[in-house]
Nanobody, 123 residues
Framework: QVQLVESGGGSVESGGSLRLSCAAS????????LGWFRQAPGQEREGIAA???????YYADSVKGRFTMSRDNAKNTLYLQMNSLKAEDTGMYYC?????????????????WGQGTQVTVSS
């Protein structure tokens, strides 16, 4: 059974930093495309970062240069380092995984999802 568990969310002031983690179990981690999504109140879930099994990455323009994603295949853990946080980064953050090859950035392309972790940035 595949399980993804996010952690590291919280409340921070604008300009601050947080690091999210996503611990995975029940899958061959290194072969999966992994992604981070966020959903602000009243808005659709959007893909903000992804990394495929070949190490290719994607970042949404809204986070490029501020967020850095990394994966530790030995620990089956995905990270999202978020710096220079802004109020508009507020939302629920989800990690997702899919076994199909290639870089995936759309919500419907992912098979497995975590429960999410809340990030709140105050201005």
């Amino acid at each position: 059974q595949v399980q993804l568990v996010e952690s590291g969310g919280g409340s921070v002031e604008s300009g601050g930093s947080l690091r999210l983690s996503c611990a995975a179990s029940g899958l061959t981690y290194s072969r999966y495309c992994l992604g981070w999504f966020r959903q602000a109140p009243g808005q659709e879930r959007e893909g903000i970062a992804a990394v495929d099994d070949d190490g290719r990455t994607y970042y949404a323009d809204s986070v490029k240069g501020r967020f850095t994603m990394s994966r530790d295949n030995a620990k089956n853990t995905l990270y999202l380092q978020m710096n220079s946080l802004k109020a508009e980064d507020t939302g629920m953050y989800y990690c997702a995984a899919d076994p199909a090859g290639g870089l995936r950035i759309l919500q419907y392309e992912y098979r497995y999802w975590g429960q999410g972790t809340q990030v709140t940035v105050s201005s």
